[in-house]
């Protein structure tokens, strides 16, 4: 019965606040990220092994970003010092 109870309970919300991260959409991130390091779409492009226009696709759509390989948003998420879940993670 304590087992149940234990399940039963109210779970205590620690803090109900979120950062910047969590509130921009992805491609507003990787914009307000990319124009803090003071990188072009070029540049990070580069960085991050992909074309320019690549950059722009993911700076106009939050969901661009869920056509592209992995690897390549591994390497821009390197890039921006984001965490790659802050990218792939739509919710």
Do not use: H, T
């Not at 992805?26 to 320019?52: C, F, P, T, Y």
């Amino acid at each position: 019965m304590d087992a149940i109870k234990g399940y039963l309970s109210p779970v205590e919300v620690v803090s109900r606040s979120c950062s910047d991260a969590q509130f921009y959409s992805r491609n507003d991130l990787i914009m307000n990220a990319r124009l803090a390091k003071k990188m072009s779409e070029e540049q990070l492009g580069d960085a991050g092994g992909v074309e320019e226009y690549v950059i722009l696709g993911l700076e106009w759509s939050p969901d661009y970003i869920e056509s592209m390989v992995i690897m390549d948003i591994v390497d821009i998420a390197a890039a921006l010092e984001l965490d790659v879940g802050l990218l792939i993670c739509d919710r």
